[in-house]
């Protein structure tokens, strides 16, 4: 429920067309798939939930904009290593390496030269 404003009304929810006083509600997105309906819960500060909404509303734009232009969208991957994972696998010396030992002692990672 939005204040003429644009704001959240807080504690209001519309339910059979008219306002009813809800104080311990929640906020949720709910999006269809197929024949169900799937909740994101957006929290019960109003403020955060419209922000929530907002971002939700604007990446759902962008997918319907890439299908109607032929462009296959790529989800985020969790499994896939950041920088810094890979620059941390990169600087440590292998026990065959042979800087390795001077490696341990020093505690500090130096590229090794190998002829």
């Not at 500060?45 to 296959?72: M, T, Y």
């Amino acid at each position: 429920m939005l204040t003429k404003q644009g704001r959240i009304k807080p504690d209001v929810m519309i339910y059979g067309g008219s306002e009813i006083p809800c104080p311990d509600g929640r906020y949720q997105i709910v999006k269809h798939n197929g024949t169900k309906k799937i909740y994101t819960d957006l929290g019960n500060d109003p403020a955060d939930a419209l922000a929530q909404f907002k971002a939700a509303e604007s990446k759902q734009s962008v997918r319907v904009a890439a299908s109607r232009a032929g462009i296959e969208l790529v989800e985020d991957d969790s499994t896939r290593k950041t920088i810094r994972q890979y620059a941390g696998s990169f600087w440590r010396c292998t026990p065959t390496c042979p800087t390795a030992p001077a490696i341990r002692q020093s505690g500090t990672p130096s590229l090794p030269i190998h002829s």
